[in-house]
């Protein structure tokens, strides 16, 4: 007998991490142009409610154990580090 809880289970986790993964790749060409241009192009209201939309996710995806979540959030966290970096500079 086939238990489908557990096949729908990880199709569930397959599908959220390939969501995360396409979600968190989609900074990464701002990034790029970022650290080319030794400047951020994005403004300071668009970055700050980006990255503080992200950090406060990551804690709601770490209270629910939500690796999918938490592996986008991370990832865009630590992107829009380096985006916030070059625009204090």
Do not use: Q
Not at 52 to 70: A, K, N, Q, R
Request: net charge positive; with cysteine.
């Amino acid at each position: 007998m086939v238990d489908f809880k557990f096949g729908n289970m990880i199709l569930h986790t397959l599908i959220g991490y390939l969501g995360g993964f396409l979600l968190a790749i989609c900074a990464v060409p701002e990034v790029i142009r970022t650290v080319k241009d030794k400047r951020c192009h994005l403004g300071w209201p668009f970055l700050l409610l980006w990255f503080f939309g992200e950090v406060f996710m990551m804690i709601y995806s770490v209270w629910l154990w939500d690796y999918p979540l938490m592996f986008n959030y991370g990832f865009n966290i630590s992107l829009l580090s380096i985006m916030l970096f070059y625009k204090l500079r």
